[in-house]
């Protein structure tokens, strides 16, 4: 489990969307005596949605890095591509004419990830499934 933020900007019509959204998480460290290393990941997603009123539905496609740094065998620093796709559920909770709150639960799979060795020992791996949840402030500008 990590922490993260993100950053993102949209267009949208009646009942259709398009988001582009720029996110990163906080490091998460896994250890193996006095061998350790720490992953945090920097992704993109595109996030077409479909809009019933106030819920959503979107396609959430993800592309992006993991960035490793490990002692396992001497200090190594690597990127390595990671690929997600899935879904995202979000509601927009109205706080007057400009502004709205969206939370949001979103799911994914990975399609391309990466795993950290220690001779043939698999300290981590990205997850087969992703899952997150979050809370957005989102403004209309026109």
């Known amino acids: 489990m990590s ?11 009646e009942r ?3 988001s582009l959204q720029a996110r990163t998480d906080l490091p998460t460290g896994v250890r193996s005596g006095s061998r350790s290393a720490e992953v945090w990941g920097v992704l993109g997603t595109l996030l077409p949605c479909v809009h019933f009123g106030w819920f ?6 993800s592309a992006g890095g993991l960035r490793v740094t490990s002692n ?10 990671v690929l ?20 949001f639960l979103e ?29 957005s402030l989102a403004a209309r500008f026109l």
């Open 3 to 13: 922490a993260g933020g993100a950053l993102g900007a949209g267009v949208r019509w």
């Open 16 to 18: 259709f969307s398009l």
């Open 56 to 61: 959503g539905a979107c396609v959430a496609a």
């Open 72 to 81: 396992l065998a001497g200090p190594v620093s690597q990127w390595s591509p």
């Open 84 to 103: 997600l796709l899935g879904a995202r559920v979000q509601a927009a909770i109205a706080l007057g004419e400009r502004w709205h709150l969206v939370p």
């Open 107 to 135: 799911g994914q799979g990975r399609l391309l990830g990466a795993t950290v060795l220690s001779g043939d020992q698999a300290l981590w791996s990205s997850p087969v499934f992703a899952f997150a949840g979050g809370l």
